[in-house]
């Protein structure tokens, strides 16, 4: 498609591109991250747009790392920003970090 040039994005896109991320959160927090933290889950099930999605991955985080330890946590939280590459302003999207490094 995008060598057909710019494509317009239609909300039913935007709403795909939306569900997808949640999709891909959700499958990230898998069963184990429903059972134990139902909050977090509900959070991003029930999210209005990108943005809400954006603000809730520090809680993500938390529960990632819980899960599986803070390296691989910021593995699979770098996953998940790149699926939000389009849809956020300038002003919210992620920067690199020092503590990458």
């Known amino acids: 498609m995008a060598l057909l040039g710019p494509v317009e994005v239609?909300?039913?896109?935007?709403?795909?591109?939306i569900d997808d991320i949640r999709q891909?959160?959700?499958?990230?927090?898998g069963?184990?991250?429903?059972?134990?933290y139902p909050r977090i889950t509900r959070r991003v099930r029930y999210a209005?747009?990108?943005?809400?999605l954006w603000y809730i991955r520090g809680d993500v985080m938390?529960?990632?790392a819980a899960m599986h330890g803070e390296t691989l946590a910021r593995?699979?939280?770098e996953r998940i920003n790149d699926k939000f590459k389009g849809l956020l302003p300038?002003?919210?999207?992620s920067r690199p970090s020092s503590l990458t490094t």
């Open 90 to 93: 300038r002003g919210l999207c």
């Open 24 to 29: 891909f959160i959700l499958d990230e927090l």
């Open 62 to 64: 938390a529960v990632l």
């Open 10 to 17: 239609t909300p039913s896109m935007l709403e795909d591109r």
């Open 48 to 52: 209005q747009d990108a943005q809400g």
């Open 75 to 77: 593995e699979k939280i």
């Open 31 to 36: 069963e184990f991250g429903e059972k134990n």
